[in-house]
């Protein structure tokens, strides 16, 4: 069944099945979605007695069960198949056909609702007027949130800035708090803040997240530089922040361990989530007070974990030393952005003076976007210094096609090769069959050829992420 927004269906097909009852922050966005819910879900999860925590996230990142955890643990083959198989029972004795994510919504929602967990986390998955998971009932919304809203999936939220902030800013509920996260576009405040008072809801600004300088009686030891050599890669520090929240009256000092500048942003959403869950009036029936401390929320965010966004891997390679990996998911031009600004930043505090970076390249078929679109903002990279050289190795191959998303398709890497022939042309370039699945370990093995430093860029869809994630799993 391809992609047809709309919530008649999962809604009858809601009602046939066991009531939810779960309290659940809902979160939708562009960009960030999933880092939000991971700092929020760690968070809880620390608090003292630790409350059971269940999150979804979409897509999948190496199988269908990574969707759905219970307390930072993937959802067992075996409930999932299970659950799932009663709700398809369930939808063909009522002659119901419902999308694949319906059913993975509605698959989710029941094995938190059997689980009992005391909170759920749950991420949109496109839009959030018409999205599956706005089918959960308003009394179980505890607060609602919207991560960066920037230009994608245009073909079902609209083309402007303002129409996609609508469709998503319409998971507000009456009477409960809706945090906006930091915006670039101006016009996602205005809008809204109109979407959220139409739905009563309580408009709430995120707090800011700031930088600081490594303090050794609160960090620890001072480390060191970053270094991309692989017979002795260190791999950047945690950033040292500060955080000033409505429900403590102390600032929290910790590090946050998720990198780019762009998770100052999503800390703050996350952290201003745990404020309103702590002190709103609607949420007071969770009792948080108390149990959610500034220790509680120091622990969270520094054991928060994200595969997949600007995630540090040593892999084994063809030749005598290991390949340095960075893996994201960047997808669109505003999350290549961020990592090219990573990027730059990366070189500026690595002290290297000449390095090579090997671009691993798989992007979705997504119209109106295109590969120039999605892979300007991060090619050629900027140094950030004229005294570092950079040489550029660009790779560009196919992905797996996902689980249960027959729509989702790659890019030709002949497409992509033109795009990235344009923006880096004395790049060396390394050229993916347009209909092989098997190309990722070729490219690794060509990536491999190189001395120095060096380091390599998987990126440009997170299901190549997954195509990576499971070749190292193997």
Known sequence: MSIDLSLDRIQTLSTLLPRYTRSTVHIAGTNGKGSVSAFVSSILKSTNPPLSVGRFNSPHLVTICDCITLNDHHVTPGVYEKTRSSIEDIAKKNALEISNFELLTLTALQIFESAQVDIV??????????????VIPDRCIAVSALTAVDLDHQAFLGNTIAAITREKAAIARKGKPFLLGKQKHPEVMEVCREVVNQAGGVFLEAVRVDKREWDTHIDGPSPGPCSFSSSNFVAPAPQPVSIDLPCFTDTVYTRLP???????????????????????????????????????????????????????HTVDSSGPE???????????????????RYIRDLLR???????????????????????????????????????????VRIAALNFSPPEGMPWVKSVPPSEIKDAVGSLCPDADLWIGQDNSRQDLPAALKWAAGVNGEHLVILAGSLYLVADFYRLLSH
């Open 349 to 391: 505090g690595s002290h290297s003076k000449a390095i090579t970076l090997t671009y691993i390249l798989g992007l979705s078929h997504s119209p109106p976007k295109t590969p120039l679109q999605t892979l300007s903002p991060l090619l050629p990279p900027d140094a950030g210094d004229e005294d570092v050289r950079v040489k």
């Open 121 to 134: 986390v749950m991420e949109v998955g496109m839009g959030g007027r018409l999205d599956a998971t706005n």
């Open 258 to 312: 998720l990198y780019g500048d762009h998770q100052l942003d999503n800390l703050g959403l996350a952290a201003s989530i745990i404020s309103a869950l702590v002190s709103h009036p609607t949420c007071s029936y969770l009792n948080m007070k108390g149990r959610v401390t500034q220790e509680s929320v120091i622990q969270g965010i520094e054991q928060t974990k994200w595969p997949g966004r600007l995630s540090f």
């Open 322 to 340: 290991k390949l340095i990996v960075l893996a994201d998911g960047a997808h669109n031009p505003a999350s290549s952005m961020t990592l090219g």
